[in-house]
């Protein structure tokens, strides 16, 4: 089977990559910028201008959509480019295509999160058989989450907020067992191995870079607020992944985090 990848140098693109051939998949990586790496066809194509999609499309049996856009550009790309690259692939015969957003996006009322639902939508009304996952945010992003809440020195952030961070290796081989799957036409959710409170991973955290940094408390206000402290980042869709908290701060500070 030939798969596309968007996102392809992304952080789970990079996880996912190498595994794919080991799978028996051909692959091919998508970038709107030029890369190369042995064994991988990379093309380049850009989902916000629809430059280079029908191109990058052609001859694939399957696409594995994991290009996102955070920032300003959110709606530019997670919507009207899942648009053209939905068109593009019914257009070259793709067989499945399958999606990756959020665990929340129906729930928490944030912009992105609204994106990528509406992304969703997309990829469900267009004439592609179809997947899609949602993972949980993935360990590295808590880690970032966590030093740029804390660049003014204490760690800011709403205490009773609730995460389930999982990792991107792991969810790199739930999307190759997706793949081989076929299209289920719906959504699958799936979530690392531990519910946990914010406060109780920065704990962790701190211990783990041997920091002193003091916790800020910050109430999230509304209807945000209440959604993140109520589980509307969580799931309880089994099986979940394996790895940790505390095994991704042992694997990259050299400490668990726990006394």
């Known amino acids: 089977m030939r798969v596309l990848v968007t996102g392809a140098s992304g952080t789970l693109g990079r996880a996912l990559l190498p595994r794919l051939p080991a799978a028996g998949f051909e692959v091919r990586g998508v970038s709107r910028r030029v890369r190369t790496a042995p064994g991988f066809e990379w093309m380049v194509a850009d989902l916000a201008t629809g430059a280079g999609v029908a191109e990058a499309v052609a001859g694939m049996d399957a696409v594995l959509h994991l290009a996102s856009s955070p920032g300003r550009r959110s709606r530019e790309i997670d919507v009207a480019g899942t648009r053209r690259l939905v068109e593009a692939a019914a257009t070259a015969g793709v067989r499945h295509l399958v999606f990756v957003s959020i665990v ?138 394996r790895r940790t908290w505390a095994d991704y701060l042992t694997d990259t500070y050299g400490r668990t985090g726990t006394r």
């Open 104 to 241: 929340g996006v129906d729930r928490v009322p944030y912009a992105y999160y609204r994106h990528k639902l509406a992304a969703e939508q997309v990829v469900a009304a267009g004439a592609v058989p179809w997947t899609v996952l949602r993972a949980t945010q993935f360990l590295e992003f808590i880690d970032q989450l966590l030093h740029a809440a804390s660049r003014f020195g204490p760690v800011i952030g709403d205490r009773a907020v609730v995460a389930q961070p999982v990792d991107t290796g792991e969810v790199a081989e739930k999307l190759i067992e997706l793949l081989r799957a076929g299209p289920r036409n719906g959504i699958v959710e799936y979530g690392g191995p531990e519910v946990q409170r914010f406060d109780e991973a920065v704990r962790m955290w701190r211990r783990a870079r041997n920091s002193r940094r003091p916790v800020l408390p910050l109430r999230y206000p509304g209807r945000l607020g209440r959604e993140l402290r109520s589980g509307g980042l969580v799931t309880a869709a089994q099986p979940t992944g």
